[in-house]
């Protein structure tokens, strides 16, 4: 039986798969296609790591190592739903919540000392972060807005905020001694195994990664970020927000860059508050309250301090935020500043939402205002820069005039994986950073200074070449330019640009316009065709990938949660990525205080469609290209008739969403001409979804407005949420139709 994989993630997207399964199960059953769901959430992942201290029937297999096994095969087919990227905060309430339900976990360890606590925090350490994204994308990315979405989106445009050339927002970066100014990059002639070590000033070496294995063609790249130079920065960026009061914000990559940004998160905190750690520094190291986790750590942990430390704590950060420049907030009616959690703000969804609005974010007084977006690392700090300087000249963008803007991204086999925690060091004395082949030779070497950030990253040469082919690919498909962001100037850009021009020598170009821009004329460009109504491919790397998937999809649609990502897995599969709009903890939050889930399910109705498309062209099963097909025009009519979840309780939810969403869809199967017996089957269904549509809404409703418990924020009970989130009655009667 041919099958598809479902994963079963985190938060919002968790809570939706429970209602829309069932549908997705009766469906697909009708093709001779089994639905099968893997456990990739932060809690599965670390309760998979940890089976020699669990029970036996509280041990679960390791569903991501399988996931990513499958994924290097032909037989893939997984559709991939948005899920925790666990900073430390995260990993913490995630572990406390399963020790609290019963299951026998060590804490995470801040500073382990022992066999134990180094074991523990080594295990740890593998579900930190983007951990699940690098393992399942065996295959480069081809992300883009569906004609229906888009033509949804220009015919419903969304809220832009008016722009003016006196706006007074801009991005800091450092522009030297960062990552993007020291990165150094090697193309490896044969297949080795590199090692990384450090030397300090008395030339005694240590080991930081003792195998680093590599294939012929290789890209190879280290780079440092300097905190001496880092320090100073900030402490400018803190005084100019101040002078010429803006709002101060920092916008990193805590989840991705899931060890450089939180230790470079840390020194922010302390630069906006340099006298409480001035004088209570190392109170607080003492402590474990790290400034790396953020300042709602600090402030949740105060009760391990003795009460005079806690009482000048308390009043140094009031006194620093009374005296420095106003804070940007992720939500000022609770008082959470962008320096609470690491996580809380992520540059590629936190830019583009302050472009959309006016090149505002909201201040502790609870409006807009002007801000100051610090970006420490200058690689792409640019394209914003671009972007805020296009909306000072020419206004706001028109969402429903405005041009699109596919992505091709190089993410396959883990290329250009900068957060990988593995590579990335934060140097504890001076000396020196090598990466020496296994002749010894020096391939990459930088002075650091005691707290540098030093990190190094891989990029294989079949995903590059892969990478190529699919950016011709669809520029022939599609008739757009391709522009590939990559700047000569810079290191790994430069080893990248002349692996692009070999490999677009393969292919057959002729009529094609294929372009190499730097990531700053590039944005120009695209913005100037977007402008036109035109369209244009961006062909990125992996943290540009990431980047602009959420920048122009959020400018173009409101949301990056309504693109097709698929990603054509290198040994013939298909992963099939579910949009970017992260796992939604406000969506959750709401949905436990008034049992209104707002979740937009559309990016999985649009991975569904390529996902029974691509069994049909694998297998030969033209069931599959029914369901494929009348799913998609289903999805079209979804848009057109509005059925979006709203945001207000009382309106329908995601649960009505997916109602609608199988109304329309046993409505198209059974007006299809194709296959007379599904049509007759999908028939009955259709007919009892329409007659009974006011019954299935009222019970959808009329749950709505109390608060919700699903025993569990990362580790919910099961039959809770699945009742919960299948209210109505009446609709999983008629879905059992399907499986008579």
Not at 204 to 213: G, I, Y
Not at 394 to 418: H, I, S
Not at 428 to 443: E, F, P, S, Y
């Amino acid at each position: 039986m041919a099958k598809i994989i479902y994963t079963h993630t985190d938060e919002a997207p968790m809570l939706a798969t429970y209602s829309f399964l069932p549908v997705i199960e009766a469906f697909a059953s009708t093709a001779g296609v089994d639905i099968e769901t893997r456990d990739i959430s932060l809690s599965g992942r670390i309760l998979s790591l940890f089976g020699d201290r669990l029970t036996e029937d509280q041990q679960v297999p390791d569903a991501l190592a399988e996931l990513g096994a499958l994924a290097k095969t032909p037989e893939a087919n997984i559709i991939k739903l948005p899920n925790i990227s666990a900073s430390i905060p995260q990993l913490k309430a995630a572990i406390a919540e399963l020790q609290g339900q019963g299951y026998a976990l060590p804490d995470y360890p801040d500073a382990p000392a022992t066999d134990e606590e180094k074991e523990a925090r080594a295990r740890y350490d593998k579900v930190k972060g983007s951990a699940v994204n690098p393992v399942l994308r065996e295959g480069n990315s081809d992300r883009r807005a569906p004609a229906s979405v888009k033509n949804f989106a220009r015919q419903n445009p969304h809220s832009m905020g008016a722009w003016t050339p006196e706006s007074k927002t801009r991005v800091a970066s450092m522009g030297a001694d960062d990552f993007r100014s020291n990165e150094k990059s090697v193309v490896l002639d044969a297949e080795d195994t590199l090692r990384i070590q450090f030397v300090d000033a008395d030339g005694a070496t240590t080991v930081l990664k003792e195998s680093v294995p590599v294939l012929a063609g290789e890209v190879v790249d280290g780079t440092v970020m300097r905190v001496a130079a880092l320090d100073e920065f900030l402490k400018a960026q803190v005084a100019l927000a101040k002078q010429e009061d803006l709002l101060f914000s920092v916008h990193l990559k805590a989840t991705m860059m899931k060890v450089s940004d939180p230790i470079i998160f840390g020194h922010v905190v302390k630069a906006f508050l340099p006298e409480l750690f001035a004088t209570y520094g190392e109170q607080l190291a003492a402590a474990g309250l790290s400034p790396s986790n953020g300042l709602a750590s600090i402030l949740g942990g105060l009760d391990a301090l003795p009460a005079d430390v806690r009482d000048g704590v308390k009043a140094a950060i009031e006194k620093g935020m009374a005296e420095g420049p106003k804070l940007a907030m992720v939500d000022s009616d609770r008082g959470i500043t962008n320096l609470h959690v690491p996580s809380d703000v992520i540059v590629d969804a936190s830019m583009p939402a302050m472009i959309r609005s006016s090149g505002h974010m909201w201040g502790p007084d609870g409006s807009e205002a002007d801000t100051l977006a610090v970006i420490p690392d200058s690689s792409y700090a640019g394209i914003y820069t671009a972007v805020l300087d296009d909306c000072r000249a020419n206004g706001a963008f028109d969402p429903t005039t405005m041009g699109t803007v596919p992505n091709v991204g190089l993410m396959a086999q883990a290329a250009e994986e900068y957060g990988s925690h593995d590579k990335t060091f934060e140097i504890a004395a001076a000396g020196t950073v090598q990466v020496l082949d296994r002749a010894g030779t020096v391939l990459i070497e930088h002075e650091v200074q005691p707290g540098d950030i030093w990190r190094a990253c891989q990029t294989k040469d079949a995903p590059i070449r892969d990478w190529v082919k699919l950016a011709v690919t669809r520029a022939r498909a599609s008739g757009m330019p391709a522009v590939f962001w990559l700047d000569e100037s810079r290191a790994h850009d430069a080893n990248l640009i002349a692996k692009v021009r070999e490999y677009l020598g393969e292919h057959d170009t002729e009529g094609l316009q294929i372009e190499i821009m730097t990531p700053e004329k590039a944005t120009a460009f695209t913005l100037e065709r977007i402008r036109k109504g035109e369209d244009t491919i961006s062909v990125s790397g992996n943290v540009l990938r990431d980047y602009l998937t959420d920048l122009f999809p959020i400018l173009e649609l409101g949301t990056s949660a309504k693109m097709l990502s698929v990603v054509p897995l290198m040994n013939g599969g298909g992963l099939f990525e579910t949009g970017a709009g992260g796992s939604a903890p406000k969506h959750v939050q709401q949905f436990l205080k008034e049992n209104h889930l707002r979740w937009d399910s559309l990016g999985e109705f649009l991975a569904l469609a390529v996902s029974f498309e691509h069994l049909a062209v694998s297998t030969g099963n033209a069931r599959a290209q029914i369901l494929a097909d009348t799913l998609d025009r289903a999805t079209g009519t979804f848009l057109l008739e509005n059925k979006s979840p709203s945001r207000r309780v009382g309106e329908i939810d995601n649960r009505g969403s997916h109602f609608y969403l199988a109304r329309y869809w046993a409505q198209e199967l059974a007006q299809q001409t194709e296959d007379t017996e599904l049509a007759q089957a999908f028939s009955v269904v259709a007919e009892a979804l329409a007659s009974n549509e006011e019954t299935i809404v009222a019970e959808l409703l009329a749950v709505q407005g109390s608060p919700v418990d699903i025993a569990g924020y990362y580790h919910p009970d099961v039959t809770k949420v699945a009742s919960a989130m299948r209210p109505s009655q009446k609709l999983q009667e008629v879905l059992a139709i399907l499986a008579a």
